[in-house]
């Protein structure tokens, strides 16, 4: 008999206890405005035909960076960095990201997070110990299975975006446009969503093929290059227009 089953509970997460995959030393992109360490996560509960990092997807997988490891390095590199960023994957998806957030803070460090949004729960929890919050809106809720190729998952991002304007935590939207794609249609509209929800940034990023799988990347080259580039500028002019706070265009 566990000793859940038992009626004892379970041992909280530990920091010690999370999957990384692996760490940027300096990232001047992860948070926009900052320098910072990134620290990948393992797992991630969808399936997106774009992600540049699809070895990161399966949860299973275990950590190749011991967490000891992680603060040992930001350790020596204090007053040199200034933040660090937990990513993934998806960085939600284990328990162990709030107390390894709290350590990170502990040493000096600004916390960023990136997240795609599938654990409303989750995030909310850990806002209160985050700086600055990263958030992948990649469709309307309508489209969001197609896109990241699970069910159910249209209301979880959208949800998280609430949560996170009513929290006060800085924060960027970011969606992530391909040709073809659902975001590419509707872009304009999910910028103007995430607005009138009161979203503070929200950049338009041009995927990028590095590290993509091997079908994404020959669909993606065989698409109308130009056209393409035409679209992306006619969709940057678009966005632009709705008068957002902070915007930014990221090519590929």
Same mark, same amino acid.
């Given at each position: ?83 660090? *960023?937990?990513?993934?994957?998806? $960085?939600?998806?284990?328990? !162990?990201?709030?107390? &390894?957030?709290?350590? /990170? #803070?502990?040493? @000096? ?78 872009? *304009?509209?999910?910028?103007?969503? $995430?607005?009138?929800?009161? !979203?503070?940034?929200? &950049?338009?990023?041009? /995927? #990028?093929?590095? @590290? ?41």
């Amino acid at each position: 008999m566990t000793a859940v089953a038992a009626g004892r509970p379970a041992s909280p997460a530990r920091a010690d206890d999370l999957q990384v995959a692996g760490m940027a030393p300096l990232s001047t992109v992860d948070w926009p405005g900052r320098l910072a360490a990134t620290v990948f996560c393992q797992g991630c509960p969808w399936d997106c035909s774009y992600c540049h990092n699809p070895t990161l997807i399966p949860p299973r997988t275990p950590g190749t960076l011991p967490w000891q490891d992680v603060l040992a390095f930001l350790r020596r590199r204090r007053r040199l960095l200034d933040a660090v *960023v937990l990513s993934g994957g998806e $960085a939600t998806r284990q328990a !162990a990201l709030l107390p &390894a957030a709290r350590e /990170v #803070r502990a040493l @000096g460090f600004a916390v960023g997070l990136h997240t795609a949004g599938p654990y409303p729960r989750r995030l909310e929890a850990v806002l209160g110990d985050v700086d600055w919050v990263g958030l992948d809106l990649k469709a309307l809720p309508e489209d969001y299975d197609d896109v990241v190729r699970r069910p159910g998952a249209g209301h979880l991002a959208w949800e998280c975006l609430d949560l996170l304007v009513a929290s006060g935590v800085d924060h960027e939207v970011r969606t992530t446009v391909a040709p073809g794609s659902p975001a590419v249609r509707h872009a *304009v509209e999910i910028a103007r969503r $995430a607005r009138d929800a009161g !979203a503070r940034a929200f &950049a338009l990023q041009v /995927v #990028r093929t590095e @590290g993509t799988r091997e079908e994404f990347t020959h669909a993606h080259a065989a698409a109308d290059q130009r056209a393409w580039q035409q679209e992306v500028a006619t969709l940057d002019d678009q966005v632009r227009a709705l008068d957002l706070d902070r915007y930014d265009l990221r090519p590929a």
